[in-house]
């Protein structure tokens, strides 16, 4: 008997995920629970074990294809049992006397090279089918998958979906540079702009349809950089931790984000988002809202600047921080005050 394994529902909001890797083959036998496929969604990678024991019969969708939820992915059995089976539409078996990867095949069929004609001892490589075409020169390509394709369609809908407004402010951090010890600045910024959200709750909502939802948790959302790409995972309730305990959880989120171990569950949830790029973010950048929050708090370069207090030019630890904003939903004054608060919170710290 034959069973069909569709892509699953993995998890809130979530309506399609990218074939990442298949980490079987057809003609492979398999146990139950042994990993499948490696699935990417726009929040997490994860790997999905084979719900049945078997032998793989088909694969039907290919490495870097973006596949609804509910779609047969792969069939595990004996085919014949099935009704009504089809030879798979985007792949062909692993045992096809052409080898090429799902990405060279593609590519072959956007060019309009035939496969077959390049066939030899070994795999079909990208060069050889840009030869073929007659494109072997413009430098190297590299197709648009995985995280990297996650951020894109992410962003691609935050810049033409959201009505965005930046304001931005001075911050001398002069005070806290000489009391953070060994701690960095962002866990200061996180609990600073966690409890300016308790003052200005038009920040901490979501846009959805037609209703402006006001939230009452607020879970920051850190903005991080990896090898693979951003990811935003959540440290939550940030407005009940001390600094110390929120400096301990970023750093235990960066650690899984760099070994790309991240559970889904640690990039659900954010009510808003910080973004700290620190010395490689240039003078000032605006980040992009992240949708479907309405407003992302920027912390750009500290460095020491001439700064005019009482009259007198001082070197004083500067840096800009900005607020970008939904103005569907957020006004300018409201994120000016906003942000004056957070300022305010980074300045104000006991010495």
Known sequence: MAYEFRMPDLGEGVAEGEIVRWLVAPGQEVAEDDLLVE???????????????GVVSRILAEEGSVVPVGDLLVVIGAEDALPGNTPP????????????TPAVRRLAAELGVDLAALAGDGPVTEAAVRAAAGGAGGGRREPLRGVRRAIAEHLSRSHREVPAVTVVEECDFTQLSA??????YLPFVLQAT?????????????????EIVYLDDVHLGVAMQTEAGLVVPVVRDAAAKPVEQLAAEVAELGAAATAGTLAPEQLRGSTFTVSSAGRLG??????????????????????????????????????????????RV??????????????????????
């Open 39 to 53: 699935i990417q969604t726009d929040k997490a990678t994860v790997e999905i074990p084979s719900p049945a024991a």
């Open 282 to 327: 240039g003078l000032f950048a605006t980040p992009l809202v992240n949708h479907p929050e309405v407003a992302i708090l920027g912390l750009h370069r500290i460095a020491p600047r001439p700064a005019v207090i009482d009259g007198a030019i001082l070197v004083r630890e500067i840096g800009l921080v900005s607020c970008t904003f939904d103005h």
């Open 194 to 210: 966690a409890t300016a959200l308790g003052r200005h709750r038009a920040l901490n909502a979501r846009l959805e349809r037609d």
């Open 330 to 351: 957020v006004d300018g004054a409201v994120a000016s005050a906003f942000l004056l608060d957070v300022i305010a919170g980074l300045e104000g710290q006991d010495a």
């Open 89 to 100: 539409a985007v792949t062909e078996p692993a045992q096809s006397r052409v080898q090429a």
């Open 179 to 184: 009391r953070r010890g060994e701690l960095s």
